[in-house]
């Protein structure tokens, strides 16, 4: 019988992370310092965990989006973490989105899957164009409800998320009932059900998902249950756990990157 406690505790898991996600909080800061054409803290929702950030290759704003979503388990981090992890797509000509989001057990996860819909509606009332949605662990799972939100009933293009690149992403989540990452979602078998993207109709687009390959049985399961459900692909990358795959966003010239780029829209 699967220990979902303990296939779902990364930080047990990886006792080194204390010094790889103060290595985030360095690196970010240190990114978005040196940037000339960022847009900080775009106010996209009423409180003030809903803005963004928002990296332009230039001083123009005609470059395809992608949205990178952070992770902490729906109830942690923020996108001041993250800047860095846009530096390979802009690289690339690609600006980079990172949005953070009102935390679990302040909302509920519906209403937080909500606030970032209302994130990609504010960019395509800037921009105008379809998003390539990313994201790390429960950023992954959010991704994936972008691919699959009835955009035209917001009166919003069809086809607006495309495609999706989840890292160590989660979709069948029944299973985090069972442990203590549920004391703040506060789920129940419904709602687990409802917001799982495993379970939902293909929504067309493409989708990649990628996990590491030392991350566990159950966030491979994850990964290869998504791609097989929805008609995409998905990968694991050796020599990578949890905390340490999302880094290849920073490196334009890793096969994360590349892949990301031949998903944009």
């Known amino acids: 019988m699967t220990d979902n406690e303990a296939e779902y505790n990364n930080r047990a898991k990886v006792p080194e992370h204390p010094a790889i996600m103060a290595g985030w909080a360095r690196d970010?800061?240190?990114?978005?310092?040196?940037?000339?054409?960022?847009e900080l803290d775009l106010s996209y929702g009423p409180t003030p965990r809903q803005a963004m950030d928002?990296?332009?290759?230039?001083?123009?704003?005609?470059?395809?989006?992608?949205?990178?979503?952070?992770?902490?388990?729906?109830?942690?981090?923020?996108?001041?973490?993250?800047?860095?992890?846009?530096?390979?797509?802009?690289?690339?000509?690609?600006?980079?989105?990172?949005p953070s989001y009102d935390l679990c057990p302040q909302v509920t996860l519906t209403e937080l899957t909500e606030q970032l819909r209302d994130a990609v509606a504010f960019l395509h009332r800037r921009h105008a164009r379809r998003l390539l949605a990313t994201g790390?662990?429960?950023?992954?799972?959010?991704?994936?409800?972008?691919?699959?939100?009835?955009?035209?009933?917001?009166?919003?293009?069809?086809?607006?998320?495309?495609?999706?690149?989840?890292i160590s992403g989660l979709f069948d989540l029944p299973p985090l009932m069972r442990t203590s990452v549920n004391a703040a979602l506060r789920l129940d078998e419904a709602e687990a059900r409802r917001l799982s993207?495993?379970?939902?109709?293909?929504?067309?687009?493409?989708?990649?998902?990628?996990?590491?390959?030392?991350?566990?049985?159950?966030?491979?399961?994850q990964s290869r249950g998504i791609a097989e459900a929805w008609g995409g692909t998905w990968e694991a990358l050796p020599?990578?756990?949890?905390?340490?795959?999302?880094?290849?966003?920073a490196d334009p010239g890793s096969?994360?990157?590349?892949?990301?780029?031949?998903?944009?829209?």
Do not use: C
């Not at 990178?68 to 846009?86: C, E, P, R, T, V």
């Not at 939100?149 to 989840?166: F, H, I």
């Not at 293909?202 to 991350?215: Q, S, T």
């Open 136 to 166: 790390h662990s429960a950023g992954g799972h959010l991704a994936a409800m972008l691919m699959a939100t009835d955009w035209p009933a917001r009166g919003l293009p069809a086809d607006l998320v495309p495609a999706g690149l989840p």
């Open 28 to 38: 970010a800061a240190a990114f978005r310092a040196a940037q000339a054409h960022a």
């Open 197 to 221: 993207p495993m379970f939902m109709p293909h929504p067309g687009g493409r989708i990649h998902a990628i996990v590491g390959a030392d991350e566990g049985a159950e966030y491979l399961r």
């Open 239 to 249: 020599g990578h756990n949890h905390f340490t795959i999302v880094g290849q966003l």
């Open 54 to 98: 928002l990296f332009w290759p230039g001083a123009t704003h005609d470059a395809p989006i992608a949205l990178f979503i952070h992770g902490g388990y729906w109830q942690a981090l923020d996108k001041s973490m993250f800047s860095h992890l846009a530096r390979g797509l802009l690289a690339h000509g690609v600006a980079v989105a990172v």
């Open 255 to 265: 096969a994360m990157v590349r892949k990301a780029r031949d998903l944009l829209p």
